[in-house]
């Protein structure tokens, strides 16, 4: 059998944490940051959980991680 491949576009995006979460960063950081209060901002630097329905799927494009 061989090895299968991990899908980089979610390697990039995902880190795995040692309990087994699924780690990704927020979205909306990008642009058009002017109108975006400093505090939203501030709070959108901190990584955001994937959410237990999205878990398996972000899983099985990353089966090595």
């Known amino acids: 059998m061989p090895k299968i491949r991990t899908n980089r576009g979610a390697a990039k995006r ?3 944490t040692g309990s ?11 642009h058009i940051l002017t109108k975006k209060s400093t ?3 501030r709070q959108l630097r901190s ?9 398996g799927v972000a899983r099985r ?5």
Not at 49 to 55: C, E, Q, R, S
Not at 61 to 65: Q, R
């Open 47 to 55: 990584p955001a959980y994937l959410h237990p329905a999205d878990v």
């Open 39 to 41: 505090k939203r901002k």
């Open 14 to 16: 995902f880190k795995v």
């Open 20 to 30: 087994g979460a699924i780690k990704c960063g927020q979205s909306h950081r990008r």
């Open 61 to 65: 494009m990353m089966p090595y991680s």
